[in-house]
Antibody, heavy 116, light 110 residues
Framework: EVQLVESGGGLVQPGGSLRLSCAAS????????MSWVRQAPGKGLEWVAN????????YYVDSVKGRFTISRDNAKNSLYLQMNSLRAEDTAVYYC?????????WGQGTLVSVSS | QSVLTQPPSVSAAPGQKVTISCSGS????????VSWYQQLPGTAPKLLIY???KRPSGIPDRFSGSKSGTSATLGITGLQTGDEADYYC???????????FGGGTKLTVL
């Protein structure tokens, strides 16, 4: 059974940093692109970033470029999102998702709140 | 403002049929596969349709997808109260080099 479990969310002050993790199991992690998607409270889905199987390609939504870094550790079956210079508008539930042409499995999400 | 355009809400009676549209451009829907996601209240999104019209294992054939040019449509027949959810279309945008979603459509089964 495919499982994706996010962790690392919490309350952080504007300008602060957080590192999200996503532990994957039930599939060959190193064979798939992986993505982060976020959802602000009461709002729709927003794609944030994705990463190729070997980490050689990464793509980001414009609003996080230069502040967020997606990475992965295939030996640990884990996906990460390093978030720096956080802003109030980054407040959202962050989901990791297995990617291909579609996001076929999603985690339960982890809440990031940016507030003073 | 989302790159893909969906109606904010649709409604229909139990047993009836509803369609949800998703409009884009040549850089996204026009040249890439479209997928659809269902998000029940308080839960994570779930893949409903992929590659325009394919259903993952376990998704009933009451759900269907189609694509024509730069638009896509999700159809749901035999509506049930359990279908009440937010529905999102998504695809890759070749110009943005990123994923894009529609703003979401809230389905109410009256």
């Amino acid at each position: 059974e495919v499982q994706l479990v996010e962790s690392g969310g919490g309350l952080v002050q504007p300008g602060g940093s957080l590192r999200l993790s996503c532990a994957a199991s039930g599939f060959t992690f190193s064979s798939y692109w992986m993505s982060w998607v976020r959802q602000a409270p009461g709002k729709g889905l927003e794609w944030v970033a994705n990463i190729k199987q070997d980490g050689s390609e990464k793509y980001y939504v414009d609003s996080v470029k230069g502040r967020f870094t997606i990475s992965r550790d295939n030996a640990k079956n884990s996906l990460y999102l390093q978030m720096n210079s956080l802003r109030a508008e980054d407040t959202a539930v962050y989901y990791c998702a297995r990617s291909g042409q579609q996001l076929d499995y999603w985690g339960q999400g982890t809440l990031v709140s940016v507030s003073s | 403002q989302s790159v893909l355009t969906q109606p904010p809400s649709v409604s229909a009676a139990p047993g009836q049929k509803v369609t949800i549209s998703c409009s884009g451009s040549s850089s996204n829907i026009g040249n890439n596969y479209v997928s659809w996601y269902q998000q029940l209240p308080g839960t994570a999104p779930k893949l409903l349709i992929y590659e325009n019209n394919k259903r993952p294992s376990g998704i009933p054939d009451r759900f269907s997808g189609s694509k024509s040019g730069t638009s896509a449509t999700l159809g749901i027949t035999g509506l049930q109260t359990g279908d009440e959810a937010d529905y999102y279309c998504g695809t890759w945008d070749s110009s943005l080099s990123g994923g894009v979603f529609g703003g979401g459509t809230k389905l109410t089964v009256l």
